[in-house]
């Protein structure tokens, strides 16, 4: 942990958001990319879904406040979580936005933060349903060349540049692989191991107790006690005006793939394309084992509306080859680089800790500071975040009558 703030210290540090705006402006880049999307995935439980609006308006009628979401929901336990995050996760990180933004920059610069309000409310709608369904959630807001992505759970972004250099946008919560949150897990009271068998045996990755749930963040999930959290790990990264793809996807992909080799089986292809054939990778070298969901965006300069990664010959004989079996020398190593400054990506915003208080203050203050708005779900006005509060860095709900 010392050696990576260490190395974060090392690095420039990262722009305001106005400065980078200003640069695209003055620049002559203030026309907005144009974004390409495909979706692919095959089902063994039927348990993941995606989510594309790409047409979506901050003001109705105004088409300069247009961006994009795009999502993937891989549930267990059930469909319920991942049905309910799809048709309402979105609607509730608008709903905790101020209700008195003003232009673009003040829309980013609250994003992560409403973000992060929109997936407790969402984790508290469901759980009203008493339902004991589960969900991971990776939701990437896309506003030109600015990419926001929220996640918890084990759902995956990547995003490839230009130049072929990989940059992570989530974090797994994963209890094998991610000491923090094991710690973060122990440290409140719970109990992380593996499945004992009769006999004492131990199988199966480490898994928090009780529940057994391998994830430390979902949303839903109201069985396996307050150590599971639906705060979501926030990051945000300015691209450069030569665009990049993103690549989003269910844990059936990144069990399969590593980053390199997921980005690597599809450049130069369309997006279309490219979601389909990481899918058929994946399938290609493990079978199907579990829900693989992938979806592709790519953010391409207006100018440049056609890929420049390879010439249509070599994009024809990448295409053979990948279609019909001839074997990929993609690297399979593990991607795990982070920086402040990504060669062509600026990174604006990250933030992942899991204490409710740390991230929207403590005993979500905001509330002094803000408006009221109206509820998305009850068409009520109310403060922001009302009916919640921060108790020991988790979120509860109020048990006061409103």
Same mark, same amino acid.
């Given at each position: ?49 995606f ?13 300069s ?7 993937v929901?891989?549930?267990h /336990? ?13 609607e509730?990180v608008?709903? *905790? !936005? ?7 920059e003040?829309?980013l ?8 309000? +929109? ?14 369904? +589960? #969900?991971? *959630? ?12 929220a ?17 992570? !946008? ?5 209890l094998?692989? /991610? ?5 973060r897990v122990?440290?409140?009271g ?5 499945? &004992? ?13 009780p +529940?057994?749930l391998?994830? =430390? ?5 109201m069985?396996?006690?307050?150590? %599971? ?8 990264v ?9 690549? %989003? ?9 590593? /980053? ?10 369309p997006?279309?394309?490219?979601a ?7 399938l ?7 829900? #693989?969901?992938c979806?592709?965006?790519? %953010? ?12 249509p010959?070599?994009?024809? /004989?990448?295409?053979?080859?990948l ?24 990174? @604006? ?13 403590? &005993? ?5 500071a803000?408006?009221? =708005?109206?509820?998305? %779900? ?8 009302e009916?919640?509060?921060?108790? &020991?860095?988790? @979120? ?7």
């Open positions: 942990m010392a050696g990576a703030e260490r190395e974060k210290a090392r690095l420039p540090p990262a722009l305001p958001l106005a400065t980078l705006i200003g640069r695209e402006l003055r620049a002559g880049g203030s026309e907005r990319p144009a974004l390409r999307y495909g979706h692919a995935g095959f089902a063994k439980r039927g348990e993941d879904y989510l594309v609006k790409p047409d979506c308006l901050r003001v109705p009628g105004d088409p406040t247009a961006f994009s979401v795009f999502a929901f891989d549930g /336990n059930g469909v319920s979580a991942a049905v309910f995050s799809k048709e309402h996760l979105l509730h608008m709903s *905790a !936005l101020p209700p008195d933004i003003g232009g673009r003040e829309w610069q609250a994003l992560p933060r409403a973000l992060v309000a +929109g997936f407790v409310k969402a984790d508290i709608e469901f759980q009203r349903k008493g339902e004991v369904s +589960g #969900t991971t *959630a990776t939701l990437v807001v896309v506003d030109g060349f600015t990419v926001t992505v996640s918890v759970g084990d759902s995956r972004c990547i995003l490839d540049t230009q130049g072929g250099e990989l940059q992570l !946008l989530t974090v797994d919560h994963r094998e692989e /991610n000491v923090e949150e094991r710690e122990t440290a409140s719970g109990e992380v191991g593996r499945l &004992n068998l009769f006999g004492g045996q131990e199988v199966g990755p480490l898994r928090c107790w +529940g057994g391998c994830l =430390s963040r979902s949303i839903g999930d069985d396996v006690g307050e150590y %599971i959290v639906p705060v979501p790990h926030v990051k945000q300015k691209l450069s005006n030569v665009g990049g793809r993103l690549i %989003i996807a269910s844990d059936g992909i990144w069990d399969t793939l590593s /980053n390199e080799a997921a980005a690597k089986s599809c450049r130069g292809l997006a279309e394309l490219a389909k054939l990481v899918v058929k990778q994946a290609k070298k493990c079978g199907l084992k579990d829900d #693989t969901t979806v592709v965006v790519d %953010i391409i300069p207006s100018d440049r509306l056609v890929s420049p990664q390879l010439s010959k070599r994009n024809q /004989n990448k295409l053979k080859s279609l019909f079996g001839r074997r990929s020398h993609s690297s399979v190593g593990k991607f795990g680089g982070k920086s402040a400054s990504f060669g062509s990506v600026e990174e @604006l915003f990250e933030e992942g800790s899991a204490m409710l208080e740390e991230r929207l203050g403590r &005993n979500l203050s905001l509330k002094a803000s408006p009221p =708005s109206r509820c998305a %779900i009850c068409q009520a006005d109310q403060e922001p975040f009916g919640l509060m921060a108790e &020991n860095g988790d @979120l509860v709900e109020s048990s006061e009558e409103q």
